[in-house]
């Protein structure tokens, strides 16, 4: 019968998730998004205004 509770502690991830997890949450996609989103309210306010 398996074992899953040391199966789990056996589980180590993969390198490449490591390192798509580090892209994901590094400083330049804050600043890209942070971009957009000033974009897009200056955009809104040409619209409305």
Same mark, same amino acid.
């Given at each position: 019968m398996?074992?899953?509770k040391?199966?789990?502690q056996k589980y180590?991830?993969?390198m490449e998730v490591d390192d798509i =997890?580090?892209?994901i949450n590094s400083d330049e996609t804050k600043d890209m998004m942070d971009i957009?989103?000033?974009l897009? =309210?200056?955009r809104k306010a040409v619209?409305?205004?």
């Open positions: 398996i074992d899953f040391r199966e789990i180590k991830p993969i =997890e580090n892209s957009l989103k000033q897009l =309210e200056q619209n409305n205004g």
